[in-house]
């Protein structure tokens, strides 16, 4: 359980910035149950690929949300 609660605190950051939006929601749901549905079936090479291209696709996400905040503050940050 101290593997999802660590997993939860990285992710609240992406959360606050502006995400998620109801395609996010959705495709984040069909990714989880597509790992399941693999774990379940045993097929958990497969299962551990859907899981890192989940985990990428989510870290570029934030990567994206992230720029783009900083992008529109701008002109608000210091830096001395």
């Known amino acids: 359980m101290d593997y999802i609660t660590d997993i939860n605190d990285q992710i609240r950051v992406v959360r606050e910035l502006g995400w998620p939006n109801e395609k996010s929601v959705t495709d984040t749901y069909e990714e989880h149950f597509r790992i399941c549905s693999l774990v379940l079936k045993g097929k958990l090479r497969d299962a551990q690929a859907e899981m890192t291209n989940h985990i990428r696709k989510s ?5 994206r949300i992230t720029l783009h905040q900083l992008y529109g503050n701008r002109n608000t940050i210091r830096f001395d």
């Open 59 to 63: 870290q570029d996400q934030a990567s």
